[in-house]
């Protein structure tokens, strides 16, 4: 399904239906709040593991043995893999459960703390790990600094950190191109197009989309996910957002066999998409940002072929004062993507904004999650609360 602009007061009503209807597994708020900060804590810090030592990659490999077993051009066949894909995710997150609550027994955690206490703690650390684990907003930004730096040659300043501004500099881009291929050869780590002949202004484009909805997959999508479910809510989202990556393509080879695992990603990333298109919007500086971001999403993200892509996209495009979109090569052929936006396209000094605007995006909505979350077990509590109420007047009465 496909919309245009998201009221506030449609997701609003979408997420409070949601929490009818789902199971939330506890009312214990100390889990999301400091869980999840813990999390985006500790991928600020340490980014992604080496991929011999991430289990996001473990899986990607365990996936990748299970397609050339089970491969045939069959939604059905399909479908099996995306269930076998969630059943792992869940199965990972029972060991992780196991080893943590081993190790606490191991050290005495109970004695010293006292059950409860203990059980939390490991709860806690449980949903910081899972959530570390599914988060890589940092290493996004970091692959995305790197791309500007290799185009501006700017000598690694921009990976620092510290010369963003002059990233974004009036003369920027006649510094331009003095490593494109380097450029091209990372940006393979965060787009599935085809980079060889891309110039700089395409590579510049790609980042920016990439770093757009890659902003909703690395970090909106899993907060969102792990401040409802924990520790689970994080591992399934990561598993389906992988699955998604390796074989939700339109092309003929995954057309069929995708289709599951490209439905599931749309589904988990409608809301949180939704609520990141809110966010930056309310990040605009003024007024006439905001409709231009609004107008995007009215009159041309529809027209995008993901229903949350087109969205993220246009946000940013919106916000930044540029357009994104247009002729897309992949390796299985071209796409002619949308044009999103009103203005200049993307060039190499609107990387570093893009970069601040995910920040941006990501701390806002880390804060809004945890109030999800809180409110979520709130309302569970309340439920819980008032049934047992109920049933005891009701006993009472008899």
């Known amino acids: ?82 269930v076998v894909g969630v059943c792992l995710a869940w199965i990972a997150t029972s060991i992780l459960k196991f080893a943590l609550f081993t190790l606490a027994s191991v050290i005495g955690l109970n004695r010293k703390l006292g059950s409860r ?12 790990l899972a959530g570390y684990l599914s988060l890589s907003g940092n290493s996004l930004r970091k692959i995305a600094r790197s791309i500007g730096d290799k185009l501006a040659g700017s000598n690694g300043d921009m990976l620092a950190g510290s010369n963003e501004d002059k990233l974004a500099g009036p003369n920027h881009d006649m510094l331009a191109g003095n490593d494109l291929e380097g450029a091209r050869a990372q940006l393979r780590s965060l787009v599935g197009r085809n980079s060889a002949e891309l110039s700089v202004s395409e590579v510049a484009r790609a980042t920016i989309e990439s770093l757009a909805e890659n902003s909703v997959d690395a970090t909106v999508a899993p907060l969102f996910w792990g401040a409802l479910y924990g520790a689970p809510g994080f591992m399934i989202y990561r598993a389906i957002n992988t699955m998604d990556a390796m074989v939700g393509y339109s092309n003929i080879r995954y057309r069929k066999f995708g289709w599951a695992s490209a439905r599931a990603d749309d589904v988990a990333n409608w809301l949180p998409a939704r609520i990141s298109y809110l966010i930056v919007k309310s990040l605009a500086g003024d007024s006439e940002v905001r409709e231009r971001i ?16 087109g969205l993220i996209e246009g946000a940013f495009a919106g916000a930044l004062g540029i357009t994104l979109g247009g002729t897309t090569i992949y390796p299985h052929g071209v796409e002619e993507r949308p044009i999103l936006g009103f203005g200049p396209a993307g060039q190499v000094r609107d990387i570093a904004l893009a970069i601040k605007l995910s920040r941006q995006l990501q701390q806002r909505a880390l804060v809004l999650c945890m109030s999800i979350g809180i409110f979520a077990r709130l309302f569970v509590y309340i439920c819980k609360y008032c049934g047992q109420a109920f049933s005891r007047i009701g006993q009472s009465n008899l």
């Open 1 to 82: 399904m496909r919309i245009g602009e998201p009221s506030s007061g449609a997701v609003a009503s979408i997420v409070v239906t949601f929490f009818v209807v789902v199971r939330i597994e506890e009312p214990y708020s100390d889990r999301v709040v400091i869980g999840l900060s813990l999390a985006v804590g500790l991928d600020g810090l340490f980014g992604d593991p080496r991929s011999s030592i991430h289990p996001v990659a473990w899986f990607g490999g365990a996936m990748n043995s299970l397609e050339r077993k089970l491969f045939r051009d069959s939604r059905f066949l399909g479908a099996a893999y995306f």
């Open 294 to 309: 609004s107008k995007i999403a009215r009159t041309q993200s529809r027209d995008h072929p993901s229903p949350n892509g």
């Open 117 to 128: 206490l203990a059980e939390r703690v490991v709860g806690i650390a449980l949903t910081a």
